[in-house]
């Protein structure tokens, strides 16, 4: 056991995160969630992460977008915090290009319901990459025209959306670095179906937010085990970043 001290001042606290080479040959896609939490465990107050969020953590929001080929994130997450398309600092465009990517990464979300606002900046924007919306078979047909007419559409599966199988596809339009922005429902499958490789928390200190896990596990998931890569303090958030044990 180790009693973490007041440790050492750090330039630049998100340098770590930069660090990791994320790929696993024998998998598709390198899958990383960015979540906060506080610390009853509560991913939401009031139906919105913005109060749990703060200094170092929103910077790392940045940061990691800056890293990721595709931002996956729940329907519900879109619908909540009325997501628009990714916005990053001409610095962060300009570090992204010099290593032969897109200057930004494009927002691919998962919805069986296609219950999404299509006049929404994320929908409606013409700059920037084209949204990617990843459904299934069962969803309805004339929703998925409309879906069609805004964003790349991906059909995974058949009742609900097939992850492992989406990821598959995200690969094949050349995104290897997913970063998931959650909610705790996608989140939880991603973990439990065991597509989830790296998991970037912060701990806010708050407690009594929405009664909102971080991670909603579907019946009969699985358990994940994951390795503590780092740690780091920002006043009295706690930035923790781990790894999914090798999946063997
Ligand atoms: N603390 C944090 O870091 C953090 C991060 C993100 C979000 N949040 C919070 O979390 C809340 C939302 O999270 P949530 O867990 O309720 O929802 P969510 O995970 O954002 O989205 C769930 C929705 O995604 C779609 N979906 C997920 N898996 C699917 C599958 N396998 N097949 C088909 N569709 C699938 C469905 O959309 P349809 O209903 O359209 O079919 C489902 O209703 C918000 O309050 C938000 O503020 C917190």
Redesign the pocket.
């Known amino acids: 056991m180790l009693l973490l001290g007041d440790g050492t001042e750090v330039a630049d606290v998100l340098d770590p995160y930069r660090r990791p080479r994320r790929a696993r040959p024998e998998r598709p896609c390198w899958v990383v969630a ?4 506080g610390l009853d465990g ?3 107050i009031g ?4 109060s ?2 703060e200094g170092a953590d929103v910077e790392l929001f940045g940061a990691l977008r800056s890293l990721a080929d595709v931002v996956l ?9 009325r997501y628009g398309p990714v916005r990053l600092s001409a610095e962060h465009q300009d570090e992204r290009r010099a290593t032969g990517r897109t200057p930004l990464p494009p927002i691919a ?8 606002d299509w006049d929404s900046p994320l929908f409606a924007s013409v700059d920037g990459p084209r949204p990617i919306v ?3 078979g069962s ?1 309805d047909t004339e929703a998925r025209r409309c879906a069609e007419a805004h964003a790349e559409v991906v059909v995974a ?1 058949e ?5 492992a199988s989406a990821l598959v596809t995200l690969r094949g339009l050349g995104h290897e670095i997913v970063l998931c ?9 991603l973990a439990s179906f065991g597509l989830l490789d790296e998991l970037c928390l ?1 701990v806010a200190p708050r407690m009594g937010g ?1 009664p ?1 896990p ?1 991670a ?1 596990t579907p019946a009969g998931g699985a358990p994940t085990h994951l390795r503590l890569r780092h740690v780091a303090r920002d006043g009295d958030t706690l930035l923790l970043r781990y790894e999914v044990d090798d999946h063997g």
């Open positions: 960015n979540m906060v939490g509560c991913a939401a139906g919105r992460v913005g749990l969020s994130v729940g329907a519900e997450t879109v619908r909540r915090e979300v998962v919805s069986r319901s296609l219950n999404l990843v459904t299934c969803a599966g009742a609900t959306v097939d992850l922005e959650g909610g705790p429902t996608l989140l939880g499958e912060s929405d909102l971080l909603v």
